[in-house]
């Protein structure tokens, strides 16, 4: 691809020499239309892939990552673009293949796409308080409402964070301490029966 | 004798009078045969002509990315059988790979043969069940008895493989599980010759077939800028006529040595698209008996990835330094080194990409999965309206499509 014209374009847009493809760093408020240059003039045809991203320590905390693919030069182009206030305009007019992507991406990190034509939660019910993929949330999960109402009333059913009897059934990696086997639930055992 | 009351035309023509004008809403799903799966359909009929069509997802919605940042690269093998549970054995594949992509490693010859061996297969075991439920969601039931023969042959080679029919988790990073057992790769060989024979029975049956034609033909075309202004990947993208195959365009495990042919459709519609997935069954057979040929010998797994790849059992049981290591790379995982890798392999079903951002360790920050089932659902609002309800099955199979994937 034709990096010098993207960036002479672009001023604000800033190559990070990516260690597999191409990749930008780009101002979110020119996102569209750097992501329709590189589809009408550089032949970047296919929306590969887009996703949210959840930097924690980095400000802005949230960005979105964009992958575009040219089916004619057969490569890749990468996108980070980092969130304004949480939010980052759509490119779902662009490529309209980008409507789930962000609807996916609001619904797990919270980030919202302005000008979206539809903003609804995708995977999650969209009563869904959390947006999930988000590093402060925890992977157990935590207790919400029951999405039906009605069966709710009658049940007392509610959302329960995910048994982890003890810790997560995976090694959490790093440090060799926090790696250790770890007992199961303690609370029962042979002589004390589970309550 | 006559009981039934008289009824004048003008009479029926006032009543439809009366029925006209109101659409109607139905629910398709989310447990519906047609559907493959947990998936919901909010339609809005207008008589028997769909006008609107809203997809509902996230019925199988586990939390893969989530569970992913908690756990160490080879732990989430074991995850990825479960995106495209059909073919479990690429997904399985088209992970280590992009792993293997970020730390930098290169496979020995016979590690990527082998896995070039296991994408194939997965392949042909997903079309056969794609082509099997498609010909079943358009009314010809043996077909699916056809195809499903063959894939049970398919599931006892991946049984004596892997140790498993379904969730294989075949792969490591680094290499695989184990090396090919004594003399599987001729009972491959004697799959293939069967496989070809069922395809071509399966062509009989289907390819000139009237119902399956009036009900395939013309139906939901996608135009080759519809496909590519919505993502499509894989046999979906490939049926609009669009030429682009990773395998071909961007090879990865070796793919650039083997000889094949990329079936292309002119028109895209749901025949398109099984007449795509019938030749790519043929060309991956193709592939196989290529790779059979030349299967090369020597090492299975990056022997020299001492901080990635676990050492060989008798080494574990004799040796201090491989016990160490066997240790280090179990409680804190595959050492990889910190960067950001976006690797897509051509699973049956479309591009399977694999976003990791890696902060270094053996954990990854950020593990971004692009399923193609998620991507051809989503063209759905673009070309179910306009068409007959009835019509519904035939496009949902004709995309072939995986929720496991899709909701991940």
Redo the contacts between chains.
């Keep these: 691809m034709d990096v010098l014209a993207l960036t002479q374009k672009f001023p604000q847009t800033q190559n990070l020499a ?4 191409t ?1 930008f760093a780009v101002n979110s408020s020119e996102l569209a239309d750097i992501v329709k240059y590189l589809r009408d003039e550089q032949g970047f ?5 887009l ?1 949210g ?2 930097w924690k320590d980095r400000t802005p905390q949230f960005g979105v ?1 964009i ?1 575009l693919l040219s ?1 004619k030069n ?1 490569e ?1 182009v ?1 996108l980070h673009a980092p969130c304004v206030d949480d939010t980052v305009p759509t490119i779902s007019d662009i ?6 992507h962000e609807r996916e991406a609001y619904d ?1 990190f919270g980030i919202k796409f302005i000008g979206h034509p539809d903003p609804r939660r ?4 969209e009563a869904y308080p959390y947006h ?2 988000r590093k402060d ?1 925890p ?1 157990a999960g935590i207790e919400v409402p029951f999405p039906a109402a009605d069966v709710a009333a009658v049940t007392g059913q509610t959302v329960e964070p995910a048994p982890m009897m003890g810790g ?1 059934f ?5 440090l ?1 301490s926090g ?2 086997p770890q007992a199961l639930d303690q609370s029962w055992n042979e002589e004390k029966p589970k309550s | 004798m006559k009981t039934t009351k008289e009824i004048s035309l003008g009479d029926i023509a006032a009543r439809s009078e009366e029925l006209r004008g109101e659409s109607m809403t139905l629910n398709m799903g989310p447990s519906h045969p047609a559907t493959h799966g947990v998936l919901r359909l909010s339609l809005e009929l207008d008589g028997d002509t769909v006008t609107k069509c809203d997809p509902v ?2 019925y199988l ?1 586990r ?1 893969d ?3 992913a940042e ?3 690269y080879n ?1 989430f093998v074991p995850y990825t059988d479960r995106l495209d549970y059909l073919a479990p054995l690429a997904n399985n594949v088209a992970y280590a790979i992009a792993v293997e ?1 970020l730390a930098g490693l290169k496979m020995p010859e016979r590690c990527e043969a082998i896995r070039v061996v296991c994408c194939e297969m997965a392949r042909i075991s997903s079309h056969l069940l794609g082509l099997g439920v498609y010909a079943m969601d358009t009314g010809a039931w043996t077909v699916f008895m056809y195809t499903f023969t063959e894939r049970e042959k398919l599931y006892t080679l991946f049984e004596e493989l892997t140790g498993a029919r379904f969730t294989t988790s075949y792969t490591r990073i680094g290499g695989l599980t184990r090396d090919l057992p004594e003399g599987w790769l001729q009972r491959v060989e004697t799959f293939c010759d069967g496989v070809l024979k069922t395809i071509d029975e399966v062509d009989r049956l289907l390819t000139r077939n009237g119902i399956f034609l009036e009900r395939t033909e013309g139906i939901a075309p996608i135009s080759k800028e519809l496909a ?6 894989g046999p979906n993208l490939r049926a609009s006529g ?1 030429a ?1 195959d990773l395998r071909k ?2 090879p990865y495990s070796g793919y650039e040595k083997y000889d094949f042919d990329i079936p292309v459709g002119t028109k895209g519609d749901c025949f398109d698209r099984y007449l795509v997935r019938m030749e790519e069954v043929r060309q991956s057979v193709r592939i196989l008996r290529q790779v059979i040929k030349t299967m090369p010998g020597g090492a299975w797994y990056a022997e020299d990835a001492k901080k990635i790849f676990l050492p060989p059992k008798a080494k574990i049981m004799t040796k201090m330094e491989e016990l160490i290591q066997n240790f280090m790379l ?4 595959p050492q990889i080194p910190a ?6 392999a051509e699973n049956p079903k479309g ?1 399977l ?1 694999f ?1 990791i ?1 890696s902060n270094g ?3 990854p920050y ?1 593990l ?1 999965i ?1 399923g193609p089932s ?2 051809s ?3 759905l609002p ?1 070309i179910v309206p306009g068409n007959f309800l009835t019509d519904i099955s035939s496009i949902l199979g004709s995309l072939d499509f995986v929720m496991g994937e899709c ?2």
């Design positions: 990516g260690q597999d493809m990749t045809d296919l929306l590969a892939d996703c991203m959840d990552v992958h089916t057969r890749y990468r490529h309209p293949g980008a409507n789930w797990m995708i995977l999650m019910w999930p993929l949330f992977l997560p995976v090694s959490s990696g790093g060799m790696a250790e | 997802i996230g919605h939390g990315e989530k569970i908690n756990m160490t732990q992509k590519l202004a919505y993502g499509l990947t669009v682009f365009d961007k179990v409680t804190e995982g960067g950001e890798i976006y690797f897509e591009s990409g976003y951002v360790g053996g954990v950020r971004r692009h998620f991507v659902l989503s063209i673009a909701d991940r």
